[in-house]
């Protein structure tokens, strides 16, 4: 194998390894980054002791979200794990470039080494003899094959490059856009809170409006009822009063002015009240009852009659009833005031 050929190989080997290299670990970092997008980072669990638990063991939790601060505190952690794994693999990718561009270096650095030899030899062949192998008068062949390998092999690395970059410029896009749709998600259901909270609040206080308002007019309704049974009750003793006085002026004028002088007296009472309990006795009776205030008291008197005879036949009458328990009535002849 001749030294043109024997570089060429080294050199198709390295960029052949180099190229499946990058291939695998840029295929690896995609699924990388698309887990972290996905999967929130496991949650290691700890035994009694308190060391963490094996990775077959852990147990996944979810974050539940209590409130609208813990969701966040959720959505920014996971937005920075996902911003750490791209950064490691962006990290990883720089290292493999960084340690293929040393790898080519060295090639091209040994390459050139062993073709500065080779010409070194050509060279001392050369002026020791005009017999020059075919194969070593190829240099200005060799230099544009080189040279169309490393172009080749520079164009393959910017390539890789601006692969390497669209893939960062998709990742990022992806990751602002998720993040927008979890930031606008949290503010959906932070609006939606805020609204829910206000309505009760709007519940809450039209509640509290309309039991004032029923509060209010049961006050009313009361305070109405109570003023007309007041009006109720002074009128009824208006009627009374005004019954009672009537009674009295009639009495008065048949005891003074009448022609019938004959009174069965009954009892004499202390004040209005007793001289109305008994007159109501009487009355239920049949008797017809009249009442004369004195000095002493009330006097209550059944008559008149037209005669003694026939008042003192009341008299017994009334002593005898043992319901109506007046055993003292008495038969007075009654005269007028101005006959007096």
Known sequence: MSMNNKQRWMGGVVLLGGGVLLAALLLKGKEEIHQNQVTPPPVATTSQKGKAAPAEESVQLQPMTVDVATEKRLLEEQRRAREKAVAEQEAKAAEFLRMQQQAEAEAARKAAEEYAAANARRKAAQESSDNIPPELNVDDKTKAQLKAEADKKQQQQKQAQQKADAEKKLAEQKRQATADAEKKAADEKKRQAEEAKKKAEADKKAEADKKAAEDKKRKLEEQRKAEEKKAA??????????????????????????????????????????????????????????????????????????????ADATRKKINSDASLGMKSAWVIDWVPLDKR
């Open 233 to 310: 009750d002074e009128k009824k003793r208006k009627a009374d009063e005004a019954k009672k006085k009537a009674e009295a002026d009639k009495a008065r004028d048949l005891l003074e002015n009448g022609d019938k002088q004959w009174m069965v007296q009954v009892a004499l009472a202390a004040n209005e009240a007793n001289a109305d309990a008994v007159a109501a006795k009487l009355r239920a009776k049949g008797y017809k009852v009249t009442k004369s205030p004195t000095s002493k008291g009330i006097r209550i008197m059944v008559g008149p009659a037209k005669d003694r005879e026939t």
